[in-house]
C-alpha cells in the first residue's frame, strides 16, 4: 500500500461512500475528517491513517484492529463505528459524529491556556458514564462466549468527550488490545501516554481491565483538580513518579475536596491491581452512588449546559465550517 494515496486526501475528496470535508483533529497515528455519507447525507467522522505512517503495516493493523474492537462494543456512551474498509488504497474508519468537545479541551474553556476543575459532582457524573463504557468494551465476548479480554489502554481527557446534550462518550480504541492475544509491547511507538499509564503499563507487565480502572482514576484526579498527578514533562520522570505512586493529595490543591470522593479516587489509583475496584462497573457504582447522597441529581441538561458554557463558541464554529463544507462539496 503506497502512502501517495493518503498525501492526496483533501477537502472534498471522495472516499468510497464518503466525501471528506473538514480535517478537524489528528494524533499519533490518525488524522479524523468530518465527511458527508453519500447515500444518507448525515456527517460522519472518518479516520484516515497519517500519511507519514500509512506505508507501515503495524499502523495498518492498529487502524483495522481499532475498528474491529470498538464496532463490537454497543453502548450509548460509546462512539458507534459503522463500518471500516478501503478505497483507492486508503484504509478508513467511518464513526458516528460527535456534536461536543472532549474532557482535555473543556478543561480549558474557550481556548483557554489556564485550566479549570470539573465541579467534582458534574465530574463524578461524567467518570461514572466513562466507566459504564469501559466495562462495556471490557465485557466483550467472542461468537463462542468467551470474553475478548479487551483494554482500551489509552483512556485520557483526550479520548473522553461530552455531547451538547450532555452525554460522555469514550472514544478512539486506537491502542485497544486484546490481552489473550497480543501485548502492548508489540507496538512501542503507541504504548500510551505515559502521564495516563497504570502503574503494570509502564512497569512492561500485563495488562487487564483494573489497568483501564486505574486510568479512568487519574481522568478523575485531572479534571477535578485541574492538574496531572504523574506528569512531570519528562516522559521517564514520569514513568519513575508513577512506578513510587507519588502524587500530591487532591485536597492539596483545591480546598474542601469531598473526602468520600477522594477515598473513591484513590481506590482506583490504588498501585496493585488486587486493591482497585473489581471492575470500571463497581467504580461507576461508588461514583453514583457518592452523586447521589452528596446532593440532587446531576441531569444531562445541566451537563449540557456546562458543555455549552466550557465549549460553546468552539463547538458552534466547528459546526459552522462543516456546514458551509457540506454547501460547497
Known sequence: MSAPAYDELREGTELGPYRLLVAVAQGGM????????????????????????????VYQ?????????????RHPNVCEVYESGEASGVLYIAMEWVTGES????????????????????????????ADALHAAHEVRAEDGSLVRIVHADVSPQNLMLTTTGRAK??????????????????????????????????GKRLSRLSDVFTLGICLYEITTAARPFATGNREATIQRLLKGEFQAPGEIVPDFPGALERILRRAMAMEPAHRYPSALRLKAALEEWVAYSGPPVREEQI???VALRAGPIIEERETVIARAMAAF
Open 103 to 130: 474532557l482535555a479541551r473543556i478543561l480549558r474553556p474557550n481556548r483557554g491556556d489556564v485550566p479549570t476543575p470539573v465541579e467534582p459532582r458534574f465530574a463524578a457524573k461524567i467518570i461514572a458514564e466513562c
Open 30 to 57: 490518525a488524522r479524523v475528517w468530518a465527511a458527508r455519507h453519500a447515500p444518507t447525507g448525515r456527517v460522519v467522522a472518518v479516520k484516515t491513517i497519517r500519511s507519514e505512517l500509512a506505508g507501515n503495516r
Open 304 to 306: 449540557a449546559q456546562f
Open 170 to 203: 469514550l472514544v478512539d480504541f486506537g491502542v485497544a488490545r486484546s490481552v489473550a492475544n497480543s501485548k502492548l509491547s508489540e507496538f512501542p511507538q503507541l504504548d500510551g501516554k505515559a502521564a495516563y499509564m497504570a502503574p503494570e503499563h509502564a512497569a
Open 61 to 73: 493493523r492498529l487502524l483495522m484492529d481499532e475498528a474491529r474492537f470498538a464496532a463490537a462494543v
